[in-house]
């Protein structure tokens, strides 16, 4: 069964133009991906990025401009503390829509 894959863009006007990223084009076409874009100030404003995949394996940059991070393929717990971030940041966000 395919999961979901979820995006949260957090600084849209940083990204360049989101509509030449391929890999945002290809996700908003497909039903199984989900884009968004954080508008709240205070969620700007978080300066670490990180990945969460399957709820066991992630990628963290405690700083976002560094590009060093951290991995691990086998921590539940570690996942499911980014997770719980990340899902308390998303629904708060807005759905990206591309003009064409």
């Known amino acids: ?10 600084n849209l ?4 133009d989101i509509s030449e990223h391929q890999l945002i084009r290809d996700c908003l076409e497909n039903s199984n991906c989900k ?5 709240d100030e205070n ?4 300066n670490c990025h990180f990945i969460v995949a ?6 963290f940059e405690p700083d976002k401009n560094t590009f060093e991070a951290i991995a691990c393929f086998n921590d539940q717990d570690s996942a499911k ?3 719980s971030i ?3 940041i998303f629904p708060r966000a807005k759905e990206l ?4």
């Open 43 to 46: 969620d700007k404003k978080i």
């Open 13 to 16: 006007l940083g990204a360049g």
């Open 81 to 83: 503390k980014l997770e």
């Open 54 to 59: 399957d709820g066991r394996a992630w990628r």
């Open 1 to 10: 069964m395919a999961g979901t894959l979820e995006i949260l863009i957090q």
């Open 86 to 88: 990340f899902n308390t």
């Open 35 to 39: 884009v968004q874009y954080v508008t």
């Open 97 to 100: 829509v591309l003009n064409t």
